[in-house]
Protein backbone atom coordinates (compact mmCIF):
# COMPACT_ATOMS: atom_id res chain seq x y z
CA UNK A 1 0.00 0.00 0.00
CA UNK A 2 0.76 3.84 -0.30
CA UNK A 3 3.42 4.73 2.54
CA UNK A 4 2.68 8.67 4.23
CA UNK A 5 5.36 10.24 5.92
CA UNK A 6 4.40 13.33 7.65
CA UNK A 7 7.07 16.08 9.35
CA UNK A 8 8.15 17.19 11.39
CA UNK A 9 6.76 14.82 14.37
CA UNK A 10 6.57 17.95 16.52
CA UNK A 11 6.52 21.60 16.19
CA UNK A 12 6.59 23.94 19.25
CA UNK A 13 5.69 27.74 17.96
CA UNK A 14 5.17 30.63 19.81
CA UNK A 15 1.92 32.56 18.52
CA UNK A 16 1.86 34.73 15.92
CA UNK A 17 5.06 32.46 14.19
CA UNK A 18 4.25 30.70 10.43
CA UNK A 19 5.31 26.69 9.86
CA UNK A 20 4.71 24.84 7.30
CA UNK A 21 4.30 21.09 7.91
CA UNK A 22 4.81 18.06 5.31
CA UNK A 23 3.19 15.13 3.83
CA UNK A 24 4.83 12.62 1.54
CA UNK A 25 3.50 9.85 -0.69
CA UNK A 26 4.92 6.80 -2.08
CA UNK A 27 2.66 6.42 -5.08
CA UNK A 28 0.06 8.50 -7.39
CA UNK A 29 -3.26 9.57 -5.06
CA UNK A 30 -6.31 10.30 -6.33
CA UNK A 31 -7.65 12.02 -2.75
CA UNK A 32 -5.47 13.43 -0.04
CA UNK A 33 -6.98 15.59 2.84
CA UNK A 34 -5.43 17.50 5.55
CA UNK A 35 -7.05 17.07 9.24
CA UNK A 36 -6.66 18.51 12.35
CA UNK A 37 -7.74 16.47 15.13
CA UNK A 38 -8.93 18.35 18.59
CA UNK A 39 -7.83 17.32 22.24
CA UNK A 40 -11.02 15.82 22.26
CA UNK A 41 -10.51 13.73 19.56
CA UNK A 42 -12.31 15.09 16.92
CA UNK A 43 -11.09 15.14 13.72
CA UNK A 44 -12.01 17.84 11.53
CA UNK A 45 -11.82 18.14 8.27
CA UNK A 46 -9.13 20.95 7.06
CA UNK A 47 -8.96 20.64 3.12
CA UNK A 48 -9.60 17.56 0.75
CA UNK A 49 -6.35 18.82 -2.44
CA UNK A 50 -5.42 16.02 -4.33
CA UNK A 51 -3.51 18.57 -6.30
CA UNK A 52 -3.33 22.71 -6.55
CA UNK A 53 -3.77 25.29 -3.47
CA UNK A 54 -6.52 25.78 -1.32
CA UNK A 55 -6.25 28.55 1.16
CA UNK A 56 -8.96 28.93 4.23
CA UNK A 57 -7.96 32.06 6.19
CA UNK A 58 -4.85 31.72 8.27
CA UNK A 59 -4.25 28.27 6.76
CA UNK A 60 -3.45 27.03 2.85
CA UNK A 61 -2.24 23.91 1.23
CA UNK A 62 -0.65 23.00 -1.72
CA UNK A 63 -0.11 19.40 -3.10
CA UNK A 64 2.32 18.80 -5.84
CA UNK A 65 0.94 15.49 -7.31
CA UNK A 66 3.37 14.69 -10.03
CA UNK A 67 6.34 14.92 -7.30
CA UNK A 68 4.06 13.50 -4.60
CA UNK A 69 3.88 15.57 -1.58
CA UNK A 70 1.54 18.36 0.10
CA UNK A 71 2.56 21.48 2.24
CA UNK A 72 0.21 22.59 4.80
CA UNK A 73 0.83 26.80 6.13
CA UNK A 74 -0.32 27.56 9.10
CA UNK A 75 0.39 31.97 9.37
CA UNK A 76 -0.06 33.84 12.51
CA UNK A 77 -0.53 30.95 14.87
CA UNK A 78 -3.12 30.69 17.80
CA UNK A 79 -3.37 28.60 20.81
CA UNK A 80 -6.58 27.20 19.37
CA UNK A 81 -4.37 25.51 16.65
CA UNK A 82 -2.69 23.51 18.55
CA UNK A 83 -3.44 20.04 18.36
CA UNK A 84 -2.09 16.67 15.71
CA UNK A 85 -2.24 17.43 11.87
CA UNK A 86 -2.76 14.20 9.86
CA UNK A 87 -2.28 13.47 6.44
CA UNK A 88 -4.39 10.78 4.76
CA UNK A 89 -3.88 9.44 0.99
CA UNK A 90 -5.87 7.41 -1.16
CA UNK A 91 -4.04 5.46 -4.33
CA UNK A 92 -5.76 5.09 -7.90
CA UNK A 93 -7.43 1.68 -9.18
CA UNK A 94 -7.84 -1.21 -6.56
CA UNK A 95 -6.17 1.38 -3.83
CA UNK A 96 -9.35 3.65 -4.46
CA UNK A 97 -11.26 4.53 -1.26
CA UNK A 98 -8.63 2.82 1.23
CA UNK A 99 -7.04 5.58 2.94
CA UNK A 100 -3.91 5.75 4.43
CA UNK A 101 -2.94 8.17 7.44
CA UNK A 102 0.27 9.56 8.18
CA UNK A 103 1.64 9.14 11.64
CA UNK A 104 1.05 13.08 12.13
CA UNK A 105 2.49 16.29 13.54
CA UNK A 106 2.08 17.16 16.97
CA UNK A 107 1.94 21.13 17.23
CA UNK A 108 2.13 22.96 20.18
CA UNK A 109 1.30 26.91 20.25
CA UNK A 110 2.37 28.99 23.09
CA UNK A 111 1.18 32.45 24.27
CA UNK B 1 -29.11 17.90 12.03
CA UNK B 2 -27.13 16.34 9.44
CA UNK B 3 -23.91 13.75 10.64
CA UNK B 4 -22.34 11.28 11.77
CA UNK B 5 -22.90 9.56 14.97
CA UNK B 6 -20.94 7.06 16.99
CA UNK B 7 -22.91 5.50 20.21
CA UNK B 8 -21.10 4.97 23.02
CA UNK B 9 -18.49 7.92 23.57
CA UNK B 10 -17.12 5.54 26.30
CA UNK B 11 -17.54 1.63 26.46
CA UNK B 12 -15.97 -0.76 28.90
CA UNK B 13 -15.55 -4.16 28.53
CA UNK B 14 -14.19 -7.63 30.09
CA UNK B 15 -11.56 -9.43 28.28
CA UNK B 16 -13.51 -12.44 26.57
CA UNK B 17 -16.85 -10.64 25.53
CA UNK B 18 -17.85 -9.36 21.93
CA UNK B 19 -18.58 -6.04 21.71
CA UNK B 20 -20.33 -3.89 18.94
CA UNK B 21 -19.85 0.25 18.06
CA UNK B 22 -22.74 1.95 16.55
CA UNK B 23 -22.16 4.28 13.43
CA UNK B 24 -24.75 6.19 11.65
CA UNK B 25 -25.07 8.80 9.03
CA UNK B 26 -27.77 10.51 7.61
CA UNK B 27 -25.46 12.09 4.79
CA UNK B 28 -26.83 9.84 2.02
CA UNK B 29 -23.04 8.96 1.64
CA UNK B 30 -22.02 5.61 -0.60
CA UNK B 31 -18.72 4.49 1.39
CA UNK B 32 -18.01 4.11 5.34
CA UNK B 33 -15.00 3.58 7.18
CA UNK B 34 -13.81 2.64 10.23
CA UNK B 35 -10.61 3.19 12.05
CA UNK B 36 -8.47 2.23 15.52
CA UNK B 37 -6.42 5.22 17.16
CA UNK B 38 -4.22 4.09 19.42
CA UNK B 39 -2.27 6.78 21.74
CA UNK B 40 0.24 8.91 20.23
CA UNK B 41 0.05 7.36 16.87
CA UNK B 42 -1.84 8.17 13.25
CA UNK B 43 -5.38 5.98 11.75
CA UNK B 44 -5.19 2.72 10.90
CA UNK B 45 -8.17 1.37 8.10
CA UNK B 46 -9.71 -1.80 9.65
CA UNK B 47 -12.66 -2.38 7.32
CA UNK B 48 -14.40 0.03 4.37
CA UNK B 49 -17.68 -0.37 2.28
CA UNK B 50 -17.90 1.25 -0.59
CA UNK B 51 -22.22 -0.01 -1.21
CA UNK B 52 -24.55 -1.77 1.10
CA UNK B 53 -23.77 -5.45 1.22
CA UNK B 54 -20.35 -5.14 0.26
CA UNK B 55 -17.44 -4.13 2.62
CA UNK B 56 -13.79 -4.96 2.29
CA UNK B 57 -10.42 -5.56 4.69
CA UNK B 58 -8.52 -2.96 5.34
CA UNK B 59 -5.20 -3.00 7.00
CA UNK B 60 -5.58 -4.68 10.61
CA UNK B 61 -9.07 -6.44 9.95
CA UNK B 62 -8.10 -9.45 12.13
CA UNK B 63 -10.03 -9.94 14.97
CA UNK B 64 -13.15 -7.68 13.76
CA UNK B 65 -16.29 -8.08 11.96
CA UNK B 66 -18.58 -5.22 10.14
CA UNK B 67 -22.41 -5.77 8.62
CA UNK B 68 -23.97 -3.25 6.04
CA UNK B 69 -27.04 -3.56 5.37
CA UNK B 70 -28.48 -0.31 5.12
CA UNK B 71 -26.81 2.75 3.34
CA UNK B 72 -26.86 4.52 6.82
CA UNK B 73 -25.55 2.14 9.37
CA UNK B 74 -21.81 0.45 9.36
CA UNK B 75 -21.62 -1.28 12.69
CA UNK B 76 -18.19 -2.58 14.17
CA UNK B 77 -17.91 -5.76 16.05
CA UNK B 78 -14.70 -6.26 17.95
CA UNK B 79 -14.14 -9.93 18.47
CA UNK B 80 -12.48 -11.78 21.59
CA UNK B 81 -10.17 -12.57 18.91
CA UNK B 82 -8.68 -9.11 18.75
CA UNK B 83 -5.61 -9.67 21.13
CA UNK B 84 -5.55 -5.57 21.84
CA UNK B 85 -8.63 -4.41 21.46
CA UNK B 86 -8.41 -1.07 23.70
CA UNK B 87 -8.18 1.79 21.43
CA UNK B 88 -10.23 4.81 19.85
CA UNK B 89 -12.59 3.95 17.40
CA UNK B 90 -13.52 6.36 14.88
CA UNK B 91 -16.02 5.79 12.00
CA UNK B 92 -16.32 7.89 8.61
CA UNK B 93 -18.54 8.37 5.75
CA UNK B 94 -17.49 9.90 2.23
CA UNK B 95 -20.11 10.64 -1.20
CA UNK B 96 -16.94 9.18 -3.17
CA UNK B 97 -13.72 11.68 -2.16
CA UNK B 98 -13.38 13.50 1.02
CA UNK B 99 -13.84 11.75 4.02
CA UNK B 100 -15.72 13.08 6.92
CA UNK B 101 -15.58 11.73 10.78
CA UNK B 102 -17.93 10.71 13.58
CA UNK B 103 -16.21 11.99 17.48
CA UNK B 104 -15.08 8.55 17.83
CA UNK B 105 -15.86 5.91 20.81
CA UNK B 106 -12.98 4.84 23.15
CA UNK B 107 -13.34 1.67 24.12
CA UNK B 108 -11.33 -0.11 27.39
CA UNK B 109 -11.39 -4.03 27.40
CA UNK B 110 -9.96 -5.04 30.97
Known amino acids: GIQVEQSPPDLILQEGANSTLRCNFS?????LQWFHQNPWGQLINLFY???GTKQNGRLSATTVATERYSLLYISSSQTTDSGVYFC?????????????FGAGTQVVVTP | DGGITQSPKYLFRKEGQNVTLSCEQN?????MYWYRQDPGQGLRLIYY???????QKGDIAEGYSVSREKKESFPLTVTSAQKNPTAFYLC?????????FGPGTRLTVT
Open chain 2, 92 to 100: ASSPGGEQY
Open chain 1, 27 to 31: DSVNN
Open chain 1, 49 to 51: IPS
Open chain 1, 88 to 100: AVAGQGDSWGKFQ
Open chain 2, 27 to 31: LNHDA
Open chain 2, 49 to 55: SQIVNDF
